[in-house]
């Protein structure tokens, strides 16, 4: 099983690895929010699931992707999963900034104002 984390941040901003693990997957699960954000990814003919009970993804088989909207596994309550963690993000630690013009565009960089004086 594949658990592709971080598919929630928006339209357009799956990391390349993300977007090719759920084109790959032929079984694929996940929120109507997280399938909703992949449907470009997903191939046509997949097998897709709104999860109902998230209980029940501790019996599903190895070839099973399970989309999570929040970047950590572990945080959203899928740490118990066997697989693979994919970051699906392209905001997570270590990737790549989003395209310009996209809504996560330009956030998280300082811009100084004024003037700085060391030792104040």
């Not at 399938?35 to 997949?46: E, F, N, Q, T, V």
């Not at 565009?105 to 104002?113: K, V």
């Amino acid at each position: 099983m594949k658990i592709v984390g971080g598919v929630g941040c928006g339209p357009g901003m799956l990391t390349p690895e993300a977007a090719t693990v759920i084109a790959g997957a032929s079984l694929v699960y996940g929120s109507a929010r997280a399938i909703a954000l992949a449907r470009d990814a997903i191939a046509p003919g997949s097998e897709v699931h709104e999860i109902e009970d998230y209980r029940s993804l501790r019996s599903l088989p190895a070839h099973a992707v399970v989309l999570s909207t929040g970047g950590d596994p572990m945080l959203a309550g899928l740490g118990y999963l066997p697989g693979e963690v994919v970051p699906g993000d392209l905001l997570a630690p270590g990737r790549v900034r989003p395209p310009e013009g996209s809504a996560g565009a330009g956030r998280g960089r300082l811009r100084p104002r004024g003037r700085i004086t060391p030792g104040r």
